[in-house]
């Protein structure tokens, strides 16, 4: 337990530094431990919500958040994550369709995540709220947010600046895990949602710590461009190893 416990500390301060709540690699590493792959989404959900809640009250706050484009998103995704939550699915199409999406993650990192200042908006932003549905699903299905992906199709579409970028993704995360979790515990019942709480406790005290170094403090002592490589390797393996064990 000490093990994952470190692993998830690791995983939030990573994610954090680069805006986004690690739901994904959670899953998977909790997959690699041979915890129930029913309580999975549970577990990664309530610790997403843990991560980005603070950064989506600092980008509320800091008046960064655009509220009409970004409401618009995750009012559309969010009841596609609550159904995704309660889709019944079996243990082998799980884990494959998490280890595609931790290796499509570890992708997405890779690419630019700087929009150009007042360029014109690409084709593509006109589709967004259309894209934003399958996220949501996808989010509600295995136990991720949803934002990993959203963001750099934000950023190539130049739907707005970097920031107002992030705080979108930051809440498209922290909507669709709720909404995805709500559907979780539905589908679960109670004795699911036992299970979750006697193993979560721990990991979710992991990840609010590690969350709070990683959105606070790493961009100062670390160039972005490094902790992106870093948490793009560690998604990457994760995902690889997923893989290989079906």
């Not at 692993?7 to 709540?21: E, H, I, K, P, Q």
């Not at 959105?215 to 490589?229: D, G």
């Not at 560690?234 to 995902?239: D, F, N, R, Y």
Request: charged fraction near 10%; aromatic fraction near 8%; glycine fraction near 14%.
């Amino acid at each position: 337990m000490t093990v994952i416990v470190v692993a998830f500390f690791v995983t939030a301060l990573l994610y954090a530094s680069v805006g986004f709540g690690g739901g994904s690699t959670y899953t998977a590493l909790l997959a690699l431990a041979e915890v129930d792959y029913r309580i999975l989404p549970l577990l990664s959900l309530s610790c997403n919500i843990v991560v980005v809640a603070g950064s989506s009250v600092r980008f509320a706050r800091a008046g960064i958040t655009p509220w009409r484009g970004a409401l618009l998103l995750t009012g559309i995704a969010a009841p596609a994550s609550f159904l995704g939550g309660l889709t019944p699915i079996g243990e082998t199409t799980f884990l494959a369709i998490l280890g595609a999406s931790l290796v499509l993650t570890a992708g997405t990192l890779l690419l630019p995540s700087h929009a150009v200042p007042h360029a014109e908006p690409a084709r593509i932003a006109k589709i967004m709220p259309v894209l934003a549905a399958p996220l949501g699903y996808l989010a509600g299905l295995v136990g991720i947010g949803g934002g990993i992906f959203l963001a750099p199709l934000l950023h190539l579409a130049r739907w707005n600046g970097a920031r107002a970028i992030a705080a979108t993704a930051s809440l498209f995360i922290l909507v669709n895990s709720s909404f995805g979790l709500a559907g979780q515990l539905l589908k679960g019942g109670a004795g699911r949602f036992g299970a979750a709480v006697d193993l979560g406790l721990p990991l979710l005290v992991a990840v609010a710590i590690g969350g709070q170094i990683g959105s606070l403090f790493a961009l100062k002592y670390l160039p972005q461009r490094w902790i992106r490589l870093g948490t793009a390797a560690l998604t990457a393996w994760v995902g690889v190893r997923l893989l290989l064990n079906l």
